[in-house]
C-alpha cells in the first residue's frame, strides 16, 4: 500500500483524477479527515473537504503507471 496527498482544485481535476482511478483494478481510497471514500466514485469525492490536500491510499504494489499519471495532482 502506498499513501500520498493530492489537490484536486476544480471540478476537472476531480473528473480526471477519476477517469485514471477508474482505468485501474486495484482500490483506491481517499480520506480527508475522518471522512474515507472510494476513489472511483466522482460523488464521494465532492463530500471530501476539496480546499485541503487530501490522502490518497493505493491499495497495491503495482502503483507505478498510475502515480505517473496523476503526477501533476500530488502536493
Not at 471522512?35 to 473537504?49: E, R
Amino acid at each position: 500500500m502506498k499513501s500520498f496527498n493530492v489537490m484536486l482544485k476544480s471540478i476537472n481535476d476531480v473528473k480526471d483524477f477519476v477517469n485514471i482511478v477508474n482505468k485501474y483494478d486495484f482500490d483506491v481510497d481517499l480520506s480527508s479527515g475522518r471522512y474515507v471514500v472510494d476513489a472511483k466514485s466522482i460523488m464521494g469525492i465532492f463530500s471530501l473537504d476539496l480546499s485541503k490536500p487530501i490522502k490518497v491510499e493505493v491499495h497495491s504494489d503495482n502503483y507505478d503507471k498510475f502515480l505517473e499519471e496523476i503526477k501533476n495532482l500530488v502536493v
